[in-house]
């Protein structure tokens, strides 16, 4: 089974909320929803599952035009963000329940059931109801009916969002093989990058109702076709700073000038925009071949394993993101530290010209 949508755009009250989308699901296939809240990754998932219909555009099943085709004539189940159970029902009752709406008989109604709460871990809970369940399990529930209906498209929209962070975490790992054993096309919206990566998987990147970039995961992180999909796929915000080359010479903004080593090495004089994770910049003095910027602490944020640095520099907020217990103060001065090899360089419309491993 393949879905498609098809220069899909969509307007509400005048205001468009998609435009021109195109984008092809396969069997089988994991695809990721990228982007800020309002980016659009609700729309284009209520367009996949018939809920809404577009302004311009086709929907596409196995090549078959279904545009205008209700939700209740296509193979959909859709997981939310808030959980949703009934809740007078066990869970077996819940799991089973779109199973008895299409009259399965009883044996294959528990078969399915069991074989669900098996994948979700729900085994020792089928005889509770939902208020007497975590919020993992709560989800774990709705993710299991949602799976035992048996839909080709399961769309998944948020749906750890409400969960705190050890379930979180504890479900993230687990959904990669959920999905695998489904044999399902999953589709998965979130804002969190980290679990785009996680998830893996092909990542769509979405900004203000467009798509900016898809493709395998690993390679939309590594090599972002434009500034703004390096912005959405960075958490903490990627840090930016503009650069003048010329005469074998990067000149930053703020003043700082360095030899044009690196990747910068290979770029054309012009300017250019350089962005850099938190973890590509390191708290150091005197590396050679780096590029030592002098910032002003403004914050320390510690986890435990990490501490988040935040700078400001030239009226720019970088954050670096260093392992261990830092315990910078407010007001420090510190060298912020880049290595010109592992960096991304965007021309002046925000294209990808350079990045690390690339050359």
């Known amino acids: 089974m393949s879905v498609e949508l098809v220069n899909i755009s969509r307007l509400v009250d005048g205001v468009t909320t998609i435009r021109d989308v195109s984008l092809k699901l396969e069997r089988g296939t994991l695809s990721v929803l990228l982007g800020p809240t309002l980016s659009g990754k609700t729309s284009i998932m209520r367009l996949l599952a018939g809920l809404d219909k577009p302004s311009s555009g086709r929907v596409l099943v196995d090549g078959k035009d279904v545009t205008g085709a ?9 997981v939310y963000q808030q ?46 109801t939902p208020l007497q369940l975590s919020g993992g399990q709560q989800q774990r529930t709705a993710i299991a009916r949602a799976l035992v209906k048996g839909a080709d498209l399961v769309l998944l929209d948020e749906p750890l969002a409400n969960l705190d962070y050890k379930l979180r975490e504890e479900l993230r790992t687990e959904l990669p093989r959920i999905f695998e054993a489904s044999g399902a ?5 979130t804002t969190e990058p980290s679990e785009a990566l996680l998830l893996g998987g092909r990542t769509v990147c979405m900004w203000e109702g467009q798509v900016l970039q898809a493709g395998e995961t690993p390679l939309v992180y590594r090599r972002p076709d434009t500034l703004r999909v390096a912005q959405v796929f960075s958490d903490p915000p990627l ?12 000149q930053y903004a703020g003043g700082i000038a360095a030899p044009a080593a690196g990747l ?10 350089v962005g850099f994770r938190a973890h590509q910049l390191e708290i150091a003095n005197g590396i050679p071949g780096r590029h030592a910027f002098h910032a002003t ?8 394993s990490e501490s988040f640095v935040h700078l400001e520099r030239d009226a720019s907020n970088w954050v670096a993101v260093l392992p261990g217990v830092h315990e910078y103060q407010p007001g420090d001065v510190l060298d912020a530290v880049l290595d010109p090899d592992n960096i991304f360089v965007f021309d002046a419309a925000g294209r990808l010209v350079a990045a690390p491993g690339a050359r």
């Open 239 to 250: 840090n930016v700073v503009g650069i003048e080359k010329k005469n074998g010479s990067v």
């Open 297 to 304: 602490v403004t914050v320390t944020e510690i986890t435990g």
């Open 70 to 78: 209700d939700v209740r004539q296509r193979s959909v189940a859709m």
């Open 83 to 128: 959980f949703i159970n009934y809740p007078s029902l066990t869970v077996y009752e819940n799991i089973a329940s779109p199973l008895r709406v299409q009259g399965k008989p009883r044996a294959e109604i528990d078969s399915r059931v069991r074989e669900a709460a098996k994948l979700l871990k729900l085994e020792p809970y089928l005889d509770r």
């Open 264 to 273: 910068y090495a290979g770029l054309n004089d012009g300017d250019y925009r």
């Open 185 to 189: 096309i999953f589709v998965y919206a």
